[in-house]
């Protein structure tokens, strides 16, 4: 069984940088996808983020050039680098993980950023 642990987040002042780590726990299997999504209460979770085993990015039009997703492999991990973050960035983070050939999805706990002065 996989488990993802996300750390990193906190309280931040607009403009100000956040990095949030998630590392899985257990071995990921096969070709995957890390991801990083969103959500704020009363709303639906939404992507930020998503890079997979090939390389391939994705991400939100609302962090491109503010926010950068990166993985690395051999630590079975994720990051996030959060820069001139803003206040509609406010959020608990998720971080996920997909497996196409297994069709399993895992999340972690989720961790909350804050973007206030």
């Known amino acids: 069984q996989v488990q993802l642990v996300e750390s990193g987040g906190g309280l931040v002042p607009p403009g100000g940088s956040l990095r949030l780590s998630c590392e899985a726990s257990?071995?990921?299997?096969?070709?995957?996808?890390w991801g990083w999504y969103r959500q704020v209460s009363g709303h639906a979770r939404e992507l930020v983020a998503t890079?997979?085993?090939?390389?391939?990015?994705n991400s939100a039009a609302s962090v491109k050039g503010r926010f950068a997703i990166s993985r690395d492999d051999a630590e079975n991990s994720v990051s996030l680098q959060l820069d001139r973050l803003k206040p509609e960035d406010t959020a608990v983070y998720y971080c996920n993980v997909y497996v196409p050939n297994t069709r399993r999805n895992y999340w972690g706990q989720g961790t909350q950023v804050t973007v206030s002065s």
């Open positions: 890079i997979s085993s090939d390389g391939t990015l």
């Open positions: 257990g071995t990921i299997p096969g070709f995957n996808t």
